[in-house]
């Protein structure tokens, strides 16, 4: 493999750079496979099935895990489930109360409508009594029928 040195300065700095040659199929000889026949192979001995037999199976011994190391494992699954219940559970609560907030709000925008036509009714009414005093005061009399 070739390697070259390019002492050029690049980038700013002074330090050389290496290229290693990588042939391409333009500028180099064509790569051909070569199969190798099976008499020059390596070989490298193989084990006996007699040897394996005879070699006795190696049992590994787990660690015992301790009675109170399993409820406690236990019972932090049961505290994490518990907690995500009531988290769950407030959450509901909370947007039940929202909703009810909404319904309330809406309810008291109608009130306020229903006021505010109330309003305006009674100041037409307030007008009409203060003619009727006006036209008194004056000397003329209205008469209302009451049918």
């Known amino acids: 493999m070739e390697v070259s040195f390019d002492t050029e300065k690049h980038n700013g700095t ?4 290496t290229r290693i040659y990588a042939p391409s ?12 026949a099976a008499e020059n192979l390596p070989v490298y001995p193989q ?9 006795p199976a190696v049992e590994v011994e787990k660690p015992k895990v301790p009675i109170y190391s399993r409820i406690l494992m236990i019972l932090a699954v049961f505290l994490i489930a518990a907690t995500a219940i009531l988290a769950i559970g407030g959450s509901a609560q909370v947007a039940k109360i929202y909703t009810e907030i909404h319904a309330l709000d809406s309810e008291i925008s109608s ?3 229903k ?18 005093e006006a036209n008194q005061s004056v000397g003329r009399v209205m008469s209302w029928n009451d049918n």
């Open 14 to 17: 002074g330090a050389p750079v």
């Open 25 to 36: 199929r333009r500028n180099g000889p064509e790569v051909r496979m070569i199969e190798e």
């Open 47 to 55: 084990p006996r099935e007699k040897e394996l037999a005879e070699q």
């Open 111 to 113: 009130y306020k409508e």
């Open 115 to 132: 006021i505010s036509l109330l309003k305006k009714e009674q100041s037409t009414l307030n007008d009409y009594a203060t003619i009727n």
